[in-house]
């Protein structure tokens, strides 16, 4: 069938305008998702800080302990969020969720950077800095699984793993910018001064979600598949453990290999050098920035090749395989050798090893599940898998090391997460959704 050279043009703008709105919720979803994921984390970074400020103790470790506790108990609301937003988004709409996971987390984020500490309210800043973190965990709950969806869904199935991999690539921006600010902090402001207030300026940083998302998210538009699902979607979460209740749980596991390290090894990096391995707080946030720029960098390139290999399971065998064989090698490295130089070599491994799976990963949960309970499958998989295991991370290396005075017994945890992650997606049945 012949074309005319007008209808051979209408359909080169239609395909360039459609690429052109593709770009802009990809930026905004990975903009905005990486914003609210900052303020979520940003608190792991100054963990030994905070706990100084609002869980006074004799014992440094016990206040790191308490600040590390409260870390966690952000994760703890998760599921709630996810379970939630995630049934909001797949009944009353992807955007209208969005709205509600910036004004939430704002608010959070608000109560962490301005109330004052211990010294000058007692036990009220305590309770309300747990309160600022729970609201922090119910918003990022709902946040991660809708945006991953709705990039997802939007992009064409060659494509597919391209996109989600940079959404994946503003959540290790978020971990990047707050390695950054804590390696320019440390390196600009005076040691006390840092621990007395410079600690708040992060969060302050990250009220900014306000102003982006709601000017970013204003511009989305839902795709097609979307609406068909919202009508669709009856009793969501009932369908969800009735009907798709194995993928969901073998999909929480999936996650222990992509948080647990994480969360241990990237954002807990400046506590456990500086108090455990006593070494300066630059190589700590060093180590960090290297994570999260490795994150940046190979997740879009993990999704690339995604696209291309003919099944997604085999990358998320290999890669957390091999990263529960190489996490007592990395720490024997880093506690035997003490130099920032191996450090940085072992964390930067891990890491790259963790983005090189993530978007295989993230694309076999989200094509498993029905559009019509997909947000909801991925966030509370997602959720699950972080809160129960990722966010108690940095609270139970430190009781490891705190109760066997080994820094070695951190492994003891983060390396059977791996292999139970590598387990379940062995048994993770693969769906290829094609257009």
């Known amino acids: 069938m012949h074309t005319s050279p007008a209808a051979a043009r209408d359909q080169l703008v239609a395909d360039d ?12 979803t990975s903009l905005v998702s990486g914003l609210e994921l900052f303020d979520f984390t940003v608190l792991g970074f100054f963990a030994a800080m905070i706990g100084d400020q609002f869980f006074p103790s004799k014992n440094p470790m016990t206040s790191l302990l308490l600040a590390v506790g409260t870390f966690g108990v952000g994760f703890f609301m998760r599921p709630l969020g996810a379970a939630l937003i995630g049934a909001y988004a797949d009944r009353g709409g992807r955007r209208a969720a969005f709205n509600a996971t910036i004004w ?26 747990v309160a600022g973190r729970l609201l922090q965990g119910f918003a990022a709950g709902g946040d991660v ?6 990039t997802m869904e939007l992009a064409p199935a060659s494509r597919r793993g391209y996109m989600v991999g940079w959404q994946l690539c503003g959540q290790g921006g978020a971990a990047l910018l ?20 410079g600690w708040r300026i ?9 102003p982006a998302g ?6 989305l538009q839902t795709p097609a598949v979307v609406h068909r699902a919202r009508d669709q979607a009856q009793g969501t979460l009932a369908e969800l453990c009735r009907e ?21 090894i990237v954002y807990y990096m400046p506590s456990y050098l500086t108090r455990i391995l006593h070494l300066p707080a630059i190589v700590g946030f060093s180590s960090s920035a290297l994570s999260a720029l490795l994150l940046v960098v190979i997740s879009p390139l993990s999704g690339l090749l995604t696209d291309r290999l003919p099944r997604r399971r085999p990358l998320v065998l290999a890669t957390s395989g091999l990263t529960a064989l190489l996490v007592y090698p990395v720490f024997s490295l880093m506690t035997h050798m003490h130099g920032a130089w191996p450090i940085l070599l072992g964390v930067g491994l891990i890491t790259a090893l963790i983005a090189l799976g993530a978007s295989a990963n993230t694309l076999l949960v989200l094509e498993a599940l029905p559009p019509r309970v997909r947000a909801s499958g991925v966030a509370i998989s997602y959720a699950l898998g972080v809160a129960l295991f990722g966010g108690t991370a940095q609270f139970v290396v430190t009781g490891l090391v705190k109760w066997t005075a080994d820094p070695m017994s951190a492994v003891w945890y983060i390396a059977p997460s791996c292999a139970v ?15």
Request: proline share 6%; charged share 15%; net charge positive.
């Open 17 to 28: 305008q459609s690429r052109r709105g593709l770009a802009k919720v990809v930026f905004a």
């Open 104 to 129: 939430l987390t704002s608010l959070g984020t608000a109560a962490i950077a301005l109330w004052p500490p211990f010294a000058t309210i007692g036990v009220a800043a305590p309770v309300i800095l």
């Open 145 to 150: 699984g809708v945006a991953t969806t709705l």
């Open 178 to 197: 707050g390695a950054s600010l804590g390696m320019l902090l440390t390196h600009t402001m005076p040691p006390a001064a840092l621990a007395a207030w």
């Open 202 to 210: 992060p969060f302050l940083i990250g009220l900014l979600i306000v």
């Open 214 to 219: 709601m000017y970013f998210r204003r511009r």
């Open 244 to 264: 798709h209740g194995r993928t969901t749980a073998l999909a929480t596991l999936m996650m222990l290999w992509r948080t647990v390290p994480v969360y241990a």
């Open 421 to 435: 992650s590598f387990c379940a997606a062995a048994l993770f049945k693969e769906r290829r959704e094609e257009d």
